[in-house]
Structures are given as C-alpha cells and as structure tokens.
C-alpha cells in the first residue's frame, strides 16, 4: 500500500494565482483532513470529510475550498494565493477500529505565495 | 527523573530520564484521542492513541493516561533516548467521523 499520498511536495505561486493539492488514499479509509502548519507552530485543521460526498470546515477554512468525490481522493484548493497560505500543508486519513485507530499522514507540501 | 506540569511549550530531560508529556483539552464530547510526534523537517509520526472507554494504554517505553474528569491527557515515555527530542502533539476528535483537532505541541528535549 502506498498510504496517503500528497502532490506536490514543493510549488511556488505568485499573489492571486490558484492551484490545487491533491490528496490520494488507498487504504479506503473514511475519513480524512487537511491541515496547514505554519513555521514553529502546530496543526490547524483546514477541512475535513467523513466520507464520499460529505466536507466540513475545520479551524482555518477560509481561502480554501475541497471536495471529496471518492473515498480515496480529497484534493484542496486555493482560488486567491496570499502570502498568508505560505505554509506545509499535510493531508491525513484515519482509520478507526473498535478501541484504536491510526492517523495516516501525507508526507507534506511546502507552499510558498510570493 | 520525572518532568511533570500541565502543558508546556518545552521540556529538557537527561537521557533516560523519564519524560511526562501533558494536555489538557476543552471538548467534553472527546471520544478519541492520538499522541503524534514530530521531527525537525518531517511529518507527523504516530505514537499512540486511546479511546475515551480506556483510563490507560501502554505501547513500547510509552504509556498514554486519560483523565476525563479533569479532561486531560498525558503521554508518559520511560528511559527518554536522544532519538525522542521532537514536538509532541495531542489531538482529539468527537465521536468517529468529527473533526481532529491538534493541541499545542511540546518541544521534548533530550540530552547526554
């Protein structure tokens, strides 16, 4: 299994512009998230699905928009870059069992709004 | 030794030294709760989780302590190597399928 995969790792954009990170799973895991990371500081939750079809803002939504058409993809997307987006943003899915679960991260994207 | 407190933004300890890692956290409803650990330039590594039936669950040298009364929860790890020195995190998320929502992270350090 390949897990949770995040593309890009590194881009570059300018003011304005738009782009989107993709998000692929193939654990066929329910539910997944969006988390940004700003530089010393921990994990906001962007936005988060419970399952195909269904999305839910999360702490810091604003500026972002997902969606979730199949279980395994959950890309997100920035419409308007600002130098506030500048941040590592990690997807995860999680699997939850009966008295445990796992969080499955990404391995990040680095994004940098010039 | 021991460090304990409630939630510091850092803790220094001596190789194997006993580290206590705290969290306090607000939403009652928690159902679900995940210790996370972070290298310098990585991702977020899971250590161990516990479900909010579970007072107590022990992994490999780490043990996570849930309180529900005081709504806190602790992350214990025993014989602190060097190879620990990372930020730690809590999350939380209600009943399956909520958000998970990260608390503010401890920097553990761990020296020689």
């Known amino acids: 299994n390949a897990g949770v995969t995040q593309t890009p790792k590194f881009r570059i954009l300018k003011i304005g512009q738009s782009m989107t990170l993709q998000c692929t799973q193939d654990m066929n895991h329910n539910y997944m998230y969006w988390y940004r990371q700003d530089p010393g500081m921990g994990l906001k939750l962007i936005y988060y699905?419970?399952?195909?079809?269904?999305?839910d803002k999360g702490e810091v939504p604003n500026g972002y928009n997902v969606s979730r058409s199949t279980t395994e993809d959950f890309p997100l997307r920035l419409e308007l870059a600002a130098p506030s987006q500048t941040s590592v943003y990690f997807c995860?899915?999680?699997?939850?069992?009966?008295?445990?679960?796992?969080?499955?991260f990404g391995e990040g994207s680095r994004l940098t709004v010039l | 030794g021991e460090s304990v407190g409630l939630h510091l933004p850092t803790l220094s300890v001596q190789e194997g030294d006993n580290s206590i890692i705290n969290c306090a956290y607000s939403n009652s409803a928690s159902d679900y709760f995940i210790w996370y650990k972070q290298e310098s330039g990585k991702g977020p590594q899971f250590i161990i989780d516990i479900r909010s039936n579970m007072d107590k669950r022990q992994g490999q040298r780490v043990t996570v302590l849930l309180n529900k009364t005081v709504k806190h929860l602790s992350l214990q790890i025993a014989a602190t190597q060097p190879g620990d020195s990372a930020v730690y995190f809590c999350a939380e998320t209600g009943q399956a399928g909520t958000a998970l929502i990260f608390g503010k992270g401890t920097t553990l350090s761990v020296s020689s």
């Open positions: 699905s419970v399952g195909a079809g269904i999305t």
């Open positions: 995860a899915s999680l699997r939850v069992l009966q008295n445990t679960g796992e969080l499955f």
